[in-house]
């Protein structure tokens, strides 16, 4: 019977005229025979959060980067390797907030002839590499750690605690910057993540200094250390295997494929449901494209209607913004490989 492409506005990106640009026409009139478009105005909007969001990362940038100086600068002074060694460690978060920053913006970027979906997904490659970043960091405070116990080092004494404490302040300032943005946001929370880490790690050296000080039990240093790395890796790794699933275009978090499979079938005049596939573009964008078969043959402007109702209810219930549906006549090829019947798969 044709196609119907239906979609949510609200996003940051118009498909309407990227797809002029390339002669295409609206949708509504340039598809020509057998297709139709239905844009909704369900969901919300988020016009306002690129800029705060933007000057978020740009003051955390600049706090770190400017804490990661002046600790280095107090190592120098003070000729300890352990906090050359931690400004060192800062600077990754100072380059996490530097590349998360990066994405925000090419993301907002309009889609084009080469990028059609735009570039949601640098957010997601961003994630993926500081949570993977954040896995190495992990396993070496371990390693280091482990090193520790075994050959005890002298500890430094109130000038590390003095500089851990300040570096606190800042990371915790950071982290809660970010906070609000890193529930809805993948990118974001791998951001968030190194700050928070590192204010853990920073909270660390400050219980652990004051212990050694008032005990002399130097040991509390690495068991700390551990301890730390590894909530470190725990929080990592949800992000990395969130981010690896986007990427491997598996379905979004959360959501029921079998009950999407049975919404759809309970759709008036459908009778079928096939190639259906659900995947996320970038954070908080998902996408859907499926085969709907229908009891009969319907006129385009009926197919618009029972695109509009499917699309009503990806939006409410499933949050799905971007879809786009076939609607048949007569049931698919067994033989296809990509027609899979609901009593075995999707």
Known sequence: MGVAETEEDGHGHNHDHDHAENGEGDHEEGHGVGHGHAAGRGGHSHSHAPVSLGATFIVGLVLTTGFVVLEF????????LALISDAGHNLTDAMALGLSGWALYMSRRSPNNNKTFGYH?????TATFNAASL?????????ESIDRIINPPEVSGWAVIIVAAVALAVNLLVAWLLLAWSKEDLNTRSAFLH????????????VAGIVIVFTGWEIVDPIISI???LLILWSSWGILKEAVNVLLEGIPEGLDMVSLMRDLMQQPSVTDVHDLHVWTIGSGLSAMSCHLVLTEDYT?????????????LLNNKYRIKHATVQFEYQDCDANDTFCISPATNF
């Open 300 to 312: 385009i402007q009926e197919a618009n209607f029972i695109a509009k109702d499917v699309n009503r």
């Open 121 to 125: 997904r640098t957010g997601i490659l």
């Open 195 to 206: 700050i928070a880490a590192d204010a853990a790690a920073s909270l660390g050296v400050v």
């Open 73 to 80: 600068i107090a190592g120098l002074w003070a000729n300890s």
């Open 227 to 229: 301890l730390i790395a």
């Open 135 to 143: 896995v190495i960091i992990g396993g070496y405070i371990i390693y």
